[in-house]
């Protein structure tokens, strides 16, 4: 299984990106998608999440700036990021928890991070 993400860059404040992670590899079914982020010195935070019906939830950190959203059909989930500031600086990574083909149990896979620069 890989999740690939992509997206990432640098930014100036009030600026936008769209960061994508698609999974891909005997996959089954895709339960819940999740963006984390990791800022340099601080501890991970989950900062959005969606399940397989599309119910989301935002961080009271980005709500109103950041939206989740996913494909079923592309197993891929997608992260709008609008007027981000100096704060959003962060290494963001994406997890999903899935059943591979053949198999019955779930588990929760992650995918390398995507360095995202806010910055003047």
């Known amino acids: 299984v890989q999740l690939q993400a992509c997206g990432g860059g640098l930014v100036q404040p009030g600026g936008c990106l769209r960061l994508s992670c698609a999974a891909s590899g005997g996959i089954d079914r895709i339960n819940d998608m999740n963006w984390y982020r990791q800022a340099p010195g601080k501890q991970r935070e989950m900062v959005a999440g969606?399940?397989?019906?599309?119910?989301?939830n935002v961080a009271d950190s980005v709500r109103g700036r950041f939206t989740i959203s996913r494909d079923n059909d592309k197993n891929t989930v997608y992260l709008q990021m609008n007027s981000l500031k100096p704060a959003d600086t962060a290494v963001y990574s994406c997890n999903a928890v899935l059943r591979l083909e053949g198999q019955s149990s779930w588990r929760m896979y992650w995918g390398q991070g995507t360095l995202v620069t806010v910055s003047s």
């Open positions: 969606i399940s397989s019906g599309g119910s989301t």
